[in-house]
């Protein structure tokens, strides 16, 4: 993947002109492009490092070019987030949140044979280009959760061997439902003008994972270990 440009300066500059002039005409009349604007976009196999990389240099670009637009707060709702999505580790489709959040109904018929084009029915909040918090609608019927549960390659069996309690309480009329999750932290962060939540949080941890001032994680007892039923084993070489 990479990052390419073009540029309307007495007609269409880029390194891919040749190849991709007429392209970036059409481009640049669709989006209404102006004498002396710049588009910049990225290509690849693999859509989400591409749109992670366009938005850090978005970021970029706007405090150091446009730093007075950095002034109050802006606030952005992401919804319609795509339900699926496909994993080439495990060869099928996964749930992009969790497999308990409603989608929106009436995609489940109309894209059953393209579930990625299926919208969840959850919500994330943005402000100032952070993400301040999440959450979601939840399944409360039992004949949804079983048809995303068979969309995601569960069989029946499975899915009542690690959800029948849910699918059970679905048959007692679970209301619906839904919440969201603000982080504290980045809310304090983005009202005291940090980047880093961690110039705002009383006792951040090391890059390592310990807490300086009460030295967690500790060790174990054997004590703690034997009421968890854990028992701890020498790693194993490997020969090969």
Request: with cysteine; charged share 30%; glycine share 10%.
């Given at each position: 993947?990479?990052?390419?440009?073009?540029?309307?300066e007495?007609?269409?500059m880029?390194?891919?002109?040749?190849?991709?002039?007429?392209?970036f005409?059409?481009?640049?009349?669709g989006l209404?492009m102006k004498?002396?604007?710049v588009?910049?976009f990225?290509?690849?196999?693999d859509?989400?490092?591409l749109?992670e990389?366009?938005?850090?240099?978005r970021?970029?670009?706007?405090?150091?070019?446009?730093?007075?637009?950095?002034?109050g707060?802006?606030?952005?709702?992401?919804?319609d987030?795509?339900?699926?999505?496909?994993?080439?580790?495990?060869?099928?489709?996964?749930?992009?949140?969790?497999?308990?959040?409603m989608?929106?109904?009436e995609?489940?018929?109309?894209?059953?044979?393209?579930?990625?084009?299926?919208?969840?029915?959850?919500?994330?909040?943005v402000?100032?280009g952070y993400?301040?918090?999440g959450?979601?609608?939840?399944?409360?019927?039992?004949?949804?959760?079983?048809?995303?549960?068979?969309?995601l390659?569960?069989?029946?069996?499975?899915?009542?061997?690690?959800?029948?309690?849910?699918?059970?309480?679905?048959?007692?009329?679970a209301?619906?439902?839904g919440?969201?999750?603000?982080?504290?932290?980045?809310?304090?962060a983005?009202?005291?003008?940090?980047?880093?939540?961690?110039?705002?949080i009383?006792?951040p941890k090391?890059?390592?994972g310990v807490c300086l001032?009460?030295?967690?994680?500790?060790?174990?007892?054997?004590?703690q270990?034997?009421?968890l039923k854990?028992?701890?084993?020498?790693?194993?070489?490997?020969?090969?």
């Amino acid at each position: 993947g990479g990052i390419m440009w073009f540029k309307l300066e007495n007609g269409v500059m880029s390194p891919m002109k040749k190849h991709l002039g007429s392209i970036f005409e059409k481009i640049a009349e669709g989006l209404k492009m102006k004498e002396g604007d710049v588009l910049l976009f990225s290509f690849g196999e693999d859509r989400d490092p591409l749109n992670e990389g366009l938005g850090n240099l978005r970021l970029k670009i706007g405090k150091e070019h446009f730093p007075e637009k950095a002034q109050g707060f802006d606030i952005l709702w992401i919804v319609d987030f795509p339900f699926f999505e496909w994993s080439d580790e495990e060869k099928r489709f996964v749930a992009r949140h969790h497999p308990f959040t409603m989608p929106v109904l009436e995609d489940i018929e109309r894209y059953k044979n393209e579930p990625e084009k299926i919208r969840a029915l959850s919500y994330d909040i943005v402000v100032n280009g952070y993400e301040l918090g999440g959450g979601s609608i939840r399944i409360h019927n039992r004949k949804i959760q079983e048809k995303i549960f068979e969309m995601l390659g569960i069989s029946k069996e499975e899915a009542l061997e690690k959800f029948g309690f849910l699918l059970e309480a679905f048959e007692c009329g679970a209301p619906p439902h839904g919440g969201i999750a603000l982080g504290l932290d980045r809310f304090v962060a983005i009202l005291a003008g940090e980047e880093s939540i961690r110039d705002v949080i009383a006792f951040p941890k090391t890059g390592s994972g310990v807490c300086l001032m009460t030295g967690a994680p500790s060790e174990v007892r054997d004590t703690q270990l034997k009421e968890l039923k854990i028992e701890l084993v020498e790693e194993v070489p490997n020969d090969e």
